[in-house]
């Protein structure tokens, strides 16, 4: 499957941005979905993830209550609904695919999209 993430920007403290992650190439429905991010001088960390057919949905503490996860079949395409977004929000965010269980490490996706930037101004 083939992933690309887009729908990044510059938004102000306190606004909204909807990413999204366009899968192609393979059956949208065969594979759990996460979001990742990675920040300038750290490693990547989760955000969010979500099962094959969108029943269960994992966040990460930092972004509960604020990110939203979803996935449209339909469409084949993944979504994050980031609100109340801080300029810790700000980062590199990538879509992943993976074949086995829900999880929350990198090692639990099997293929990954190109990254799309996000920038959470002060």
């Known amino acids: 499957v083939q992933l690309q993430a887009f729908g990044g920007g510059l938004v102000q403290a306190g606004g909204s941005l909807r990413l999204s992650c366009a899968a192609s190439g393979d059956t949208f429905s065969r594979y759990v979905m996460g979001w990742f991010r990675q920040a300038p001088g750290k490693e990547r960390e989760f955000v969010a993830a979500?099962?094959?057919?969108?029943?269960?949905?994992y966040y990460a503490d930092s972004v509960k209550g604020r990110f939203t996860i979803s996935r449209d079949k339909a469409k084949n395409t993944m979504y994050l609904q980031m609100n109340s977004s801080t300029p810790e929000d700000t980062a590199v965010y990538y879509c992943a695919a993976g074949t086995g269980f829900l999880g929350v490490e990198d090692a639990d996706y099997d293929y990954w999209g190109q990254g799309t930037q996000v920038t959470v101004s002060s």
């Open positions: 979500i099962s094959r057919s969108g029943g269960r949905t």
